[in-house]
C-alpha cells in the first residue's frame, strides 16, 4: 500500500565544472566573428538578381525562337 507514501523526487547531482584554460575575452571574441560571418550570409548581392534576370531573358528568347 505506497499510495500515500511520501517520497521525494530525485533530483540529479549538481557540480560545478571551471574550465582550467578559459579566457572571457577569446569567447567573446569568437562570438563577435559568428555573428559578424551569420550577418555576411544573409546578405545577397545584387549581381545574383541580374544573373536571374539574363537567364530568364535567355530561356524567353529561345521559347520564342523554337516558335513557341
Known amino acids: 500500500m505506497g499510495l500515500f507514501l511520501n517520497k521525494r523526487k530525485v533530483k540529479p547531482r549538481a557540480f ?4 582550467r584554460y578559459y579566457d572571457p575575452s577569446r569567447g567573446e571574441e569568437l562570438k563577435r566573428r559568428i555573428r559578424i560571418r ?3 550570409r544573409r546578405r545577397r548581392s545584387p549581381l545574383g538578381l541580374l544573373y536571374l534576370a539574363a537567364l530568364l531573358f535567355f ?5 520564342n525562337a523554337l516558335g513557341g
Do not use: L, M, T, V
Open 16 to 19: 560545478s565544472y571551471e574550465p
Open 38 to 40: 551569420s550577418r555576411a
Open 59 to 63: 530561356a524567353f528568347y529561345i521559347y
